[in-house]
């Protein structure tokens, strides 16, 4: 039984690496539940209760915080450079046409989820009649927001798996 757990804790983390990338699959909530479903083997629960699931709980705080954050920064990026609802919605668009065609393609996946966003607010402000100036500026606000998240969102899933291994040692 414990190794069933392990080895679907391990499957979730992985996921949850994944979806730190992929925008569409909400990686660090995967990456928590791989800690959570260590509380069916009873070692690790008694590992985790000697702690009084402080870091467990805490772990969870964080992880919807960064969660609700990364959705919010790419939008927060847009604006701060400058870029209008039209960028912000050009934007969103541009990552959902990103990650559909991730999966269909394959091929070139991380570069179209790092031009989605961007492009997408590019052209969301050209089609609100902006100038080429505004319209980078916020392609580039959206572009950095979508950055930041996934790199919050790796050093999240990185902390979790660090704890999940020090459970195993």
């Known amino acids: 039984m414990e190794l069933v757990v392990i080895i679907v804790s391990i499957l979730l983390i992985i996921s949850g690496f994944i979806g730190s990338i992929i925008p569409v699959i909400p990686g660090p909530p995967i990456a928590y ?4 479903v260590l509380l069916f083997a ?3 629960r008694i590992q985790l209760a000697t702690n009084n699931y402080f870091i467990l709980i805490s772990m969870g705080v964080v992880t919807v915080l960064i969660t609700a954050l990364d959705f919010y920064l790419p939008v927060w990026g847009t604006k701060k450079f400058g870029g209008s609802s039209s ?3 050009g934007s969103t668009y541009g990552l959902v046409i990103a990650v559909v065609l991730t999966i269909l393609t ?15 607010a590019y052209f969301g402000e050209k089609y609100a009649g902006n ?3 505004v319209a980078l500026k916020s392609a ?4 950095l927001g979508f950055i930041s ?3 919050i969102k790796l050093v999240l899933v990185t902390l979790i798996a660090l704890y999940f291994t020090s459970l195993l040692i």
């Open 42 to 44: 009873d070692e690790f």
């Open 131 to 133: 100038s080429n100036e």
């Open 106 to 120: 394959s091929g070139m996946g991380i570069l179209l989820l790092i031009l989605g966003p961007f492009l997408g």
């Open 140 to 143: 580039v606000g959206s572009f």
């Open 33 to 36: 539940l791989g800690l959570i």
């Open 87 to 89: 960028g912000t919605r």
């Open 149 to 151: 998240g996934t790199f």
